[in-house]
Nanobody, 121 residues
């Protein structure tokens, strides 16, 4: 599976960004998808996951109420809408695919290249 993430950038605190990740190489509608992030000096952390159909989502506590994960199976794309951004959201954001289709907090097997999100105070 090849994953290409985009949509990162520089935004002020309180602003919004939408990340996109396009997948190829396997039928997208069989894959669970997730977003992770890695801040400088920290381990990579789960942000949000979505199952193959889009009918089930899961979020890290830090993302609940502010971030929304969604997918468009016709476009082979998963999205992460991020609102009310905080400086602590600054990180490289990675999309990942889960061959089981569940899109939970772990068990992802392919990773994209990452996109930088920087939130200024």
């Amino acid at each position: 599976v090849q994953l290409q993430a985009s949509g990162g950038g520089l935004v002020q605190a309180g602003g919004s960004l939408r990340l996109s990740c396009t997948a190829s190489g396997r039928p997208f509608n069989l894959l669970g998808m997730g977003w992770f992030r890695q801040a400088p000096g920290k381990a990579r952390a789960f942000v949000a996951g979505i199952n193959w159909s889009g009918g089930s989502t899961v979020y890290a506590d830090s993302a609940k109420g502010r971030f929304t994960i969604s997918r468009d199976n016709a476009k082979n794309t998963v999205y992460l809408q991020m609102n009310s951004l905080k400086p602590e959201d600054t990180a490289v954001y990675y999309c990942a695919s889960d061959s089981t289709g569940w899109g939970r907090t772990s068990q992802y097997d392919y990773w994209g290249q990452g996109t930088q999100v920087t939130v200024s105070s």
